[in-house]
Structure formats: C-alpha cells, structure tokens
C-alpha cells in the first residue's frame, strides 16, 4: 500500500514571471487493504520550497569544508531517474511541468509507474565525460539525485529493490559519477528526497497510530539509505535533502534535528542545506532560492538551484514553458548570485540513456567559455555594493580586487565609481587582460565602444591600499 497526499505547498515566485501558485496535493486516503495508489493531484505546474527568509538558527561556518563551499560559489544540479524514461509524457499524453513529478501529475498507479524500471538502461551514461563536461563548465560542484521523491534509488541499496539493480543496467550510477567527479577536483553532492511515493510506510500525514508506526519504520529506512551515501561513495561535500513540506516532517523539528547531527556524525565537515529542517532553523544554508533570486542580499550563506527551462527538473521530451534560458541568462543569475554571497546551481535532466541533451551541453559549454575567462570575478567573491551602479553592471569583491561584471556595456567611454579607490584597472578578454585607463582614482576612462563578449565581460579594478 502506498498513498500519497501532501499539505499544499506555499507560494512560488517564478522569477521568468511572477507567478504565485498555491498547490494542493490531495491523495484518496486508501484502506491499508488498497494496493494501488490513484493520486489526485491538482498541483499546480510547479512545486518550489518556502523560502525561509530569517536566520533562524544559523550560525555562519568558518571550517574549511563551509569555506571552499562559499568559495566555489557554482555547481551543476542533475535530476535524473526512471521518470526520465517517461520524459513527461504518460499513456501518449503531454504533461507540462516538472517531468520528476510525472507520477504525480499524471495519476500513475504504482504498478504502472514501476514498468519503467524495466525501461531504464542507460547504457550511453560515461560519467568520465560528464566531469570533463562540468570541469569544462567551471562547476565546482555537483550534486545528483540519488533518490527522488518516487523512491528509486540510483545506487545498489541495500534496503530496496527498488533501485538500479533491479534495471536492465544492473550497475550503480552513483559511485563511478563521485570518483569521475574528484578526479577532475568537483566536489561531490547527493540529493536525497524525504518523501518516498513508493516505500509503503511513508506517510505525507500522521493520522492514525498506525501512520505515526509505519512513518517511524520508514524514518529507520531514510537514516539507513543515508548512512549508505555518506559511507559508500568516499567523501561527499554536500547532502542536499528536498520535500519537507509533508506534514509528516514538517510537524516534528526534531525530525530534522536528529537527521542534520545524523549527518554531521557520518560526516563531519558535511554541508547540509535547510531543507533537511522542519522549517525550524537554516543548517548551513539557505537552500529556497528555488529558480528565483532573493530580492534583496540574503544575511545567511544560500544557494539558487536553476532549470534551464521553465520547470522540468528531470528530462522532459517536449515541455519548455516559456523556452531555453540562454547562456547570457545563466551567466548572469550565477553573478547576481555571485554578487549578492549565494551560490548557483544550474540543473540538467539527462536523457534515459545516459546521455545529455544537446540544448544543455552547448549551454554548459558556452557558460565555460566565459568562465574560462572570468572566473576570478566569481570564484571565491563577494558581495561589493557600489552606490549608483548602472543597471545590468554587478560588483564583486575578491581580497584586493573588484570586479565590475558587465552584462549591459557603459554607453559611454567613461565610468565613475562612487566610493571606490582604483590603483589600476583591466578589461578581461579572451586575448588576455588589457589595461583600462584610471583617471582621479575612481573614473575608468577610455573604455571601448563595444563589450569584447557577446554575454558579458569584466572590468578588473586593483584597489588602492
Ligand atoms: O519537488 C521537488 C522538485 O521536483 C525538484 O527536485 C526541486 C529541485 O530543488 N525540489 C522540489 C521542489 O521544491
């Protein structure tokens, strides 16, 4: 038996428009006796978690694990599972949304859903050319799905058959992508859904002793799949928990508590984002920046998780919503990240077979490009307010260096910068760093018509002593 009924989710600001949607997931509460599962899901199009604005509970870490995160400041989500082998399609129908949820959406009882175990062979998976692609991409982190909120797991667990062994493929996703990943200096992430569509003893809600019984069998199958992640794929930088919103968590902050030191017992020096809280407190981060940028800079460390289309996490064959984010969109919500002490994740959806799309490898590939040569205004940088900063120019800081991030070039040959004391000044190219001309310490003067990088490009500022 398996049901699936979860509290309706808060509002969601789409940052391509502003959207609120409420979303109410309301599951046919089955007899213990029903075998199958028919959801009734009037969800709205996207689900996003609640941005928890205040710093409750935060302490900011200074370790060396919590400072390499904050510096690396980029990284690549991948939503992958068995729902890609549906690809946001059921029974010949188009589901428009986030294709991981197309169990949801579409109302598939569990024996169907779980046909496309059998479906899923992804036999075009090259991990080593996927950590070429994302080192290439100057991600310095990943973080992958290990198990979505339907329950497959991508790894061999011992706690399941309902995992990667039981595919046509046999064969573990996780750990060769993890040594593929360190081999070329990514950190390794794990996402980790609570919410488990398939596992009989989840429960959305504690209604009944029984509820109350079976949910705590499956918290003891959650902290044993947890303790596989952490102890079987060598070191893991990131635990990145998702779907805390069911009242079966969210009304018990202890849960969360319990599972956060769980985490930090298994692996000290983990970062853990506040989706493994009950809304309670913020761990490390604040992970709810969910294909939205905060308004204004945030007080805690944050992270903005991105899809590349409107909202389909896992691969979609068809659906974009509102289309394809462009390199230039990308690259500017890493610096408006970047600019404001958050990190960006930018998520792909591979395809069943392993591979991924070739609308998200030319993105990837051209992100790297202007990485390749502006980097430094990213990695390891700051937020650095300049008053009266034209619109589309951001500022960051790294040690004795501004970097001025131009995705709307000056009009003029002249910038003045309120309250800022240059010793020199650079323009970064692809040919190399050429001098900019400093007049009075805080004009940058001569600067050519044009900007050098169709996306955007950088002014290096050495700041006086
Ligand atoms: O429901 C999930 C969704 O499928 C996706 O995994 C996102 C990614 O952050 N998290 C949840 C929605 O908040």
Not at 251 to 277: F, M
Request: charged share 25%; proline share 5%.
């Amino acid at each position: 038996m398996n049901f699936i009924t979860a509290a309706s989710l808060g509002k969601i600001l789409n940052r391509w428009g502003s959207t609120l949607l409420a979303a109410t997931l309301v599951g046919a509460t089955p007899s213990l006796a029903s075998a199958q599962t028919n959801v009734t899901a009037n969800l709205s199009k996207s689900l996003g978690d609640v941005v928890v604005q205040d710093t409750k509970g935060w302490v900011r870490r200074d370790d060396p694990a919590m400072v390499k995160w904050r510096d690396d400041r980029f990284g690549i989500m991948i939503h992958w599972g068995i729902y890609s082998v549906a690809g946001g399609w059921w029974n010949g129908k188009e589901v428009k949304g986030a294709a991981e949820w197309i169990k949801a959406f579409a109302h598939v009882p569990n024996a169907d859903y779980d046909q496309l175990v059998g479906q899923f062979n992804p036999t075009n998976y090259d991990p080593v050319a996927w950590a070429k692609l994302f080192k290439a991409t100057g991600a310095k982190y990943v973080v992958i799905t290990t198990k979505h909120h339907d329950g497959f797991c991508l790894w061999d667990s011992k706690f399941t058959d309902f995992d990667i062994a039981a595919t046509p493929y046999k064969k573990d996703l996780i750990k060769p992508l993890a040594e593929a990943l360190r081999a070329e200096g990514i950190d390794v992430g794990l996402y980790y859904s609570i919410i488990d569509w398939h596992n009989p003893d989840y429960r959305a809600s504690l209604k009944t002793p029984e509820d109350k019984i079976a949910y705590a069998r499956y918290l003891v199958y959650l902290k044993n799949q947890v303790k596989e992640l952490l102890t079987k794929f060598g070191p893991v930088t990131t635990i990145w928990f998702d779907g805390r919103w069911d009242s079966s968590y969210k009304s018990n902050p202890q849960t969360g508590q319990d599972l956060e030191a769980y985490c930090r017992s298994l692996s000290p020096g983990i970062v853990i984002g506040d989706r493994v809280r009950a809304y309670d407190a913020m761990a490390d981060y604040n992970s709810g920046y969910e294909r939205k940028l905060p308004v204004t800079q945030p007080l805690t460390d944050w992270e903005c998780c991105m899809t590349m289309t409107e909202n389909a996490w896992g691969y979609h064959r068809t659906w974009t919503g509102n289309g394809w984010k462009t390199p230039g969109d990308i690259c500017e919500l890493l610096t408006r990240c970047a600019a404001m002490n958050g990190n960006f994740l930018i998520n792909i959806g591979p395809k069943p077979d392993g591979s991924i799309r070739p609308e998200e490898v030319a993105r990837l590939d051209r992100v790297g490009a202007w990485m390749k040569i502006n980097h430094d205004a990213i990695y390891g940088a700051e937020a650095f307010p300049i008053k009266d900063l034209p619109e589309g120019i951001y500022a960051t800081r790294k040690g004795d260096h501004v970097y001025l991030i131009a995705f709307r070039w000056p009009d003029t040959d002249k910038l003045k910068l309120a309250g800022v004391s240059i010793a020199s000044a650079s323009l970064l190219t692809a040919d190399g760093a050429k001098p900019i001309a400093v007049e009075g310490g805080n004009t940058l003067v001569g600067l050519p018509m044009e900007s050098p990088d169709t996306i955007a490009a950088v002014l290096a500022l050495e700041l006086k002593d």
